[in-house]
């Protein structure tokens, strides 16, 4: 069956998530437990957190994500980040294990000088330091690259895995991997893509794809997420994507842009035509 849902706000109470995705045509989601620029704990009260768990049940509503704040660095070598950053992380795991949401979503930053292994080491260590709820599981999501962020690549993605005990996916965002220089543009290119992640990670760690088209060319390291078919990945590409075995059983999350007139329904909408399931 197809799982495909939007990233929704919580403005007015987590639950009201659930009620947008229903007007989305949605039937899976991702949500931010509070603004991700900021320092901020969640704040999720129990009459939401049932609501929540009990509406999107009622309505068949899932897998949800909580994508962890963008100010989470985990390959970092300063100190008092790498603290803030395990706090954050440990309070959205938390959270998510309140809502009934299986998965915490997270960019493993920037290494700002550690070097690639060394910020690798970094990540991993930090995500040992957590104490994963039974019924969570983290994800490590692809990044655009850029500067000296990593997660950019299927190798670097591997090495914060093979360096942990603790249970960890992966979500895999197709702006970021086109991004970064997988070429999904064609369905060759979606099928290389494929092979190098089976080879390096293997799909059975692919828990989430964040689904949006690219506005940047390809190995450009630019993040700017453009309206499903409408970006520089294109109809074709994506219709692979969204067909290729490896993501059959996969979520499918928007991250489209929300400001110019095409809505997420849209955006659902256009992923249920070019879907053959
Ligand atoms: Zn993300
Ligand atoms: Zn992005």
Request: net charge negative.
């Amino acid at each position: 069956m197809l799982r495909i849902g939007a990233h929704t706000s919580i403005a007015g109470g987590i639950d009201n998530a659930v009620d947008e995705q229903i007007e989305y045509g949605g039937n899976c989601g991702q949500i931010f437990t509070h603004s991700p620029q900021v320092w901020q704990d969640p704040d999720v009260g129990d009459e939401e957190a049932e609501r929540f768990r009990e509406t999107a049940a009622e309505h068949d509503i899932g897998p949800w994500v909580i994508h962890s704040s963008y100010l989470v660095n985990l390959c970092t070598p300063k100190e008092g980040l790498r603290e803030k950053s395990i706090v954050s992380m440990q309070a959205e795991l938390d959270a998510a294990s309140t809502l009934g949401v299986p998965y915490v979503n997270v960019h493993l930053g920037a290494h700002t000088g550690a070097g690639v292994e060394g910020g690798l080491d970094n990540a991993a260590s930090a995500l040992e330091e957590l104490e994963v709820p039974d019924d969570v599981t983290v994800l490590v999501e692809s990044d655009a690259g850029g500067g000296t962020k990593l997660g950019s690549s299927f190798e670097e993605l591997a090495g914060v895995l093979d360096r942990c005990s603790i249970e960890l996916d992966v979500c895999l965002d197709t702006a970021h991997l086109f991004a970064a220089g997988y070429d999904l543009s064609t369905p060759a290119g979606v099928e290389e893509t494929f092979a190098a992640f089976d080879e390096t990670i293997g799909r059975e760690r692919l828990e989430c794809v964040h689904l949006n088209d690219s506005k940047h060319a390809c190995g450009t390291n630019k993040d700017e997420h453009a309206h499903v078919g409408e970006g520089l990945i294109g109809d074709e590409g994506m219709a692979a994507f969204i067909n290729h075995d490896a993501v059959a059983d996969v979520p499918l999350v928007l991250e489209t842009p929300t400001e110019d007139g095409k809505s997420y329904a849209w955006n659902v909408e256009r992923v249920r035509e070019l879907a053959d399931r």
